[in-house]
Every structure is written in structure tokens, then in C-alpha cells.
């Protein structure tokens, strides 16, 4: 496949003559022109009346940004023209049916990291594609199998679309004219071997077990049962953490703990999870809630959230083995738990 392609050229020769590929080709173009508009203002910031404010709250409780509330909009008018039958955004409180009869439904997340604002760093745009099924009131509550296509934007240093149309994982870099993302980087593999985790290491106290221990063992680095050093990083963001991953390996993990609210984490399964788990096995990786695959959770309200794990695929299998073990210390300890080089990843 063809560096420097357009996104548009990439979805043509995907769609061809099928029409439920035309309606997600669609969709993604769509999708992506929303995402020029919104880089547009993440780069002016306060230029574009961008102050990262708070606004209000959505029905969940979360604290909305300024940004958060014009993103929602933007992506809303972008997709109101095409062949979808139902909508469901992070801001929404419910999914809003658009046009009942269409084949596909598209679920977003218009601004993650939106607390990243008046920062200056990275902030993105995460969406899901799924078939709509016979009974329309059940869209989002389909396993993550269901979904047709995913994918999330980045606004960061350069602006970056990664899509999944379920063969492989594709990056575009919006170019510098600011009017078409360009493949960078056909069928992306995540590297099996990096030393690098990613977690909010300041709920440490609040953690389960298993996750006490698998950070425990990679802080101990070249000391412990790892017998190598890692690296930590937390961007605070969901998407520029994602894209690290891609590009360079390694290991993000927002878990269940024990503060309130947080029994299954923090992050979205519908318009967050499920999206980044299917480009992370498209990718080659794995996500987790460290007791079951992402992929397989079908879930029962649409602002559920869940524990999420993903990364390097020998990573987020290690942290399962802890969830699954009885006892993390003598298994930790095991001969084969912590010399062969398979488990060490
Ligand atoms: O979706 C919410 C989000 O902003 C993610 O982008 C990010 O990974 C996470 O929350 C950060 O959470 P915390 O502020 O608890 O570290």
C-alpha cells in the first residue's frame, strides 16, 4: 500500500461497489473533516475563543470543557448528512436516532484528555462504527465484535488520524495545508519488546493486587523478577498515550480501584474501549480488563465505564496471569513466571 496516499483515496479503494463499506467510507470522511475543523481550533486556542473553561457537566457527572461542547457540535453537523441511524456521543446523554433505516450507527468521543486543554498538550477524538442491529434501541449494547471500523485523532505536534477497517491499522498525518490526511504508516505493528508502562501512578495506595504487583515488579526494573529496567510515562490523555503505544511498544493501564466511582476504572467501554481495543489487536496487541477481553464485553448502559489494560500483546498477558493467580507472590516468584524471556515482556 501506498505512502502518501489520501485518506479519501485510501476509503475508495476500500469502499469500491459495496454500500455498507461506501456507508463507513463515508462516515470516516466525514469523521475526518470534523477533525481538520477541530485542529483548527485545538492550534489557535485562545485565538479560536478556546479558554479550556469549564462549562458545565454532562449527565454523568464529568466536567465539560468549552472544546468538549464544540466538538461534540462540529462532529454532529459533520455526520448529519450521511446514511446513519444512530448517534451516540460522550456529551449526549442518551443515543439520538438519525435516520433509522441506515446500515451503520457511529458512537464518539468528541475531545478525550480535555482536562490536556489550557496545557498545550495533546487531545483527541475517539469513534466506533458498528452495524446497526434489527432492534435499534440496542446499538451500543452489542460486544465490540460488532463494531465495522474505528479509530481516533490526535491533536498533537501534527495532527494524526489511525484507522481500523478491520484489516490492519493505518496512520494518516493531516498534511500541512491543513486539507487531507496522508498515509504515514500502512498496517502499523505495535513492538512486542518495549520497556514502558503507562499508569496514574498517584491511585497506587487505591490498586488491586495484581496491579500492585505487576508495577511493583517493573519499578524494581533490572533488580527484580523483570530483570530489566522500564520507563514511565502519563500524558493524562487517551489518545497520545494510544499513539505512543503504536509507534513504540509498551504498556497502558487505567485499572479498577478503590476510590469512589471507580470501581471499573474511569474510562468509556462503548466510545473509548471497545474503539482502542479493536485497533490495538488490529495492531497486533491485546486490551484487557485484566479478567476478560475487551473485545468480548457487551455492554449495559452507554456511559459504562471498565477497567482497561492494552498495549504489547506479552505485556497485557502477563498482567491476566496475575489476575488469574491465586497467589501473586509464589507465582511472581516462579521459575517460569519470571526467567523465561516470553513472560518478561
Ligand atoms: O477520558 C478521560 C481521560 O482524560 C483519558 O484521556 C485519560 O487517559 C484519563 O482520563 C486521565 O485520567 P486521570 O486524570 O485520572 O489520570
Not at 78 to 106: D, H, Q, T, W, Y
Not at 139 to 165: C, I, R
Not at 215 to 232: L, Q, T, Y
Not at 316 to 340: C, G, H, Q, T
Amino acid at each position: 500500500m501506498n505512502e502518501g496516499l489520501t485518506l479519501q483515496e485510501r476509503l475508495d479503494e476500500f469502499s469500491a461497489s459495496d454500500s455498507l463499506r461506501r456507508a463507513i467510507a463515508d462516515a470516516v470522511a466525514a469523521l475526518a473533516q470534523a477533525a481538520i475543523h477541530i485542529s483548527g481550533l485545538t492550534r489557535r486556542g485562545a485565538l479560536a475563543g478556546v479558554t479550556g473553561q469549564t462549562e458545565g457537566r454532562n449527565t454523568d457527572g464529568d466536567i465539560q470543557k468549552d472544546l468538549d461542547l464544540r466538538a461534540d457540535r462540529i462532529i454532529r453537523s459533520a455526520l448529519g448528512s450521511f446514511a446513519i441511524a444512530v448517534l451516540a456521543s460522550e456529551e449526549m446523554a442518551k443515543p439520538e436516532i438519525l435516520n433509522r433505516g441506515a446500515a451503520i450507527s457511529v458512537a464518539v468521543d468528541p475531545l478525550d484528555g480535555s482536562s490536556n486543554i489550557n496545557t498545550n498538550m495533546s487531545v483527541g477524538t475517539i469513534f466506533s462504527i458498528v452495524r446497526t442491529p434489527a432492534d435499534i434501541d440496542t446499538t451500543f449494547m452489542q460486544s465490540g465484535e460488532a463494531q465495522l471500523a474505528a479509530g481516533f485523532v490526535v491533536y498533537g505536534p501534527q495532527t494524526s488520524l489511525v484507522l481500523t477497517l478491520g484489516r490492519g491499522v493505518d496512520v494518516f498525518t493531516l498534511d500541512s495545508d491543513g486539507d487531507a490526511f496522508r498515509l504515514i504508516r500502512p498496517m502499523i505493528q505495535i513492538p512486542a519488546d518495549t520497556a514502558e508502562f503507562a499508569i496514574n501512578a498517584s491511585n497506587q495506595r487505591h490498586w488491586e493486587a495484581p496491579i500492585q504487583a505487576y508495577i511493583e515488579d517493573c519499578i524494581a526494573g533490572a533488580d527484580g523478577v523483570r530483570r530489566k529496567d522500564f520507563n514511565m510515562r502519563w500524558i493524562g490523555s487517551l489518545v497520545a498515550e494510544a499513539y505512543r503505544i503504536l509507534t513504540r511498544g509498551g504498556i497502558f493501564l487505567y485499572p479498577a480501584d478503590a476510590r469512589d466511582g471507580y470501581s471499573e476504572g474511569r474510562l468509556r467501554l462503548v466510545y473509548e474501549a471497545h474503539p482502542m481495543a479493536f485497533i490495538m489487536e488490529q495492531a497486533g496487541g491485546a486490551a484487557s480488563t485484566g479478567h476478560a477481553r475487551i473485545l468480548d464485553l457487551v455492554p449495559r448502559a452507554l456511559h459504562q465505564r471498565v477497567p482497561l489494560i492494552m498495549g504489547s500483546r506479552e505485556k497485557v498477558r502477563r498482567l491476566e496471569r496475575l489476575y488469574m493467580s491465586p497467589d501473586i507472590k509464589s507465582e511472581r516468584n516462579a521459575p517460569l513466571f519470571a526467567n523465561r524471556g516470553l513472560f518478561r515482556n
